[in-house]
């Protein structure tokens, strides 16, 4: 049995830099490259040691044992400074408690009211568009999350001004985490401007979140949203000392669930239109697929077990552009990966990019191609290779929230609109984030006239 200082370091490391000048270079063709040597790759960044985890076993491993692998390590210490202890960061000690009670927020029977809500929001988004309009798509993306967040939330829907404040604000989390990850103390406490801006941001959105939560407790009615889920939430576990979430908790939950619901979701339907536009064949069979389907109507909860092309499209996209890009456990006690001892304390690193962009795992992983889904016509990846959600009692507990808009909101756009790329925009995708976002994506609007069967 081999110990950690056997694994293998990283080509390129720079002696105080480590690592982070490729990372901060092109960090995407870094992390493609790390599996050539080894399964397990140590990688510095900056005085900080990381072992990053390139093989699909391994990475499974991690995500099903999250009481050693634990959420841990520089990423989500500063997801914790938005969202303090919210399911997406707290620790394996907080999670099954927080899982129990956040699960009845997600009840297929919620997820079809939430649906309702997406449509509805989707349909006023496009139905405000004109012929012929220039699209900054990652915008009104997020706009239109925003406000299906906001709705399936809180009910109710925040003064545009608001909205669009509280989306800068995500925008700022999701580009300032990424900063203060590979920003060494003392730095991340100077009251420099990027820290001033992500403190301000991060204040300002918790704000409006707790003026929404006393409003509702106030209240005292259900709502159908899921912050009322949140407030009757009670714990079935008969020995747990905290049977409901306390209004700290709930703040957290509210606050991961709004930047995670606007931001992602926002970028997996930008991208997908990006990926439609680039690949005119698939897109034509989306369409045939959307008009037959809808029959001129948007598309709505009732649909999505006939939107399969629609929905492997997601899929597909999610594949090549997954939103959490990469992430970080600590190991919590003495463990072997690998054929490695590693000691308590190690950061590992794991990547959804990486893992989904292996050749042996998919041929020709830099195209777009939906029907590698299409398990009935070919076999479909094995599933421990397609971690854009996670895995094991940690997976995403929004993934289906996600996959629901996502699917609707690409089928309604698709029936009503063809969006052309603008010349002169290249799309880039902008690694600066925890987010992968498709940067400088504007694309025409061309209205279109649903065809269906009489």
């Known amino acids: 049995m081999s110990t950690a200082s056997s694994i293998a370091t990283a080509p390129g ?44 076993a391994l990475t499974h491993q991690v995500l099903l044992d999250d009481r050693t692998f634990d959420r841990g390590g520089v990423l989500y210490e500063r997801l914790r400074e938005v969202g303090g202890n919210g399911i997406a960061a707290c620790p394996h000690s907080m999670h ?210 006939r939107l399969k092309l629609t929905s492997r499209c997601v899929t597909e996209t999610l594949r090549l552009w997954p939103p959490g890009w990469l992430l970080t456990r600590t190991i919590a006690v003495d463990t072997h990966l690998g054929g490695h001892l590693l000691p308590a304390g190690t950061t590992l690193l794991y990547s959804a990019y990486l893992i989904q962009h292996r050749p042996d795992l998919y041929p020709d992983p830099e195209r777009f191609d939906p029907d590698r889904w299409d398990s009935p016509r070919r076999p479909a990846p094995p599933r421990d290779t397609f971690i854009a959600f996670g895995d094991g009692a940690r997976r995403c507990i929004g993934d289906q929230f996600s996959m629901i808009e996502s699917t609707l909101a690409l089928a309604t756009i698709a029936s009503r609109w063809q969006l052309r790329p603008v010349p002169g925009h290249p799309v880039r995708p902008d690694t600066r984030n925890i987010v992968l976002q498709p940067r400088g994506l504007r694309m025409r609007a061309i209205a279109r006239t649903p065809q269906h069967a009489s």
């Open 96 to 305: 099954r408690r927080q899982r129990r009670l956040l699960q009845p927020a997600f009840h297929p029977a919620r997820l079809a009211r939430y649906a309702q809500t997406m449509t509805d929001q989707i349909v006023a988004m496009t139905g405000s568009w004109r012929d012929g309009q220039v699209l900054d798509v990652l915008a009104e993306m997020q706009t239109l999350t925003g406000r299906v967040t906001t709705m399936t939330l809180f009910s109710d829907t925040l003064a545009p001004p608001v909205l669009r404040q509280a989306i800068d604000d995500i925008t700022t989390f999701a580009h300032g985490t990424f900063q203060r990850m590979l920003m060494p103390p003392p730095l991340d406490r100077l009251p420099i401007p990027s820290n001033r801006r992500f403190h301000e941001a991060r204040d300002r959105l918790h704000r409006t979140v707790r003026t929404i939560l006393a409003d509702h407790r106030e209240s005292g009615t259900d709502q159908g949203d899921l912050l009322s889920a949140l407030l009757a939430a009670r714990d079935p576990d008969p020995t747990e000392t905290r049977p409901a979430l306390s209004d700290d908790e709930i703040a957290d939950q509210l606050v991961t669930f709004f930047s995670a619901g606007t931001e992602t979701t926002a970028n997996t339907v930008a991208w997908a239109l990006h990926l439609l536009a680039q690949h005119p064949d698939i897109e034509d069979r989306l369409r045939a697929e959307v008009d037959a389907v809808l029959q001129g109507s948007p598309a709505a909860h009732e649909h999505l077990p």
């Open 13 to 56: 490391a720079l002696p105080l830099l480590g690592h982070l000048a490729p990372l901060l270079r092109d960090p995407l063709a870094f992390l493609r490259s790390l599996s050539a040597h080894g399964d397990l790759v140590r990688v510095c960044l900056g005085p900080f040691q990381a072992v990053m985890v390139c093989d699909p």
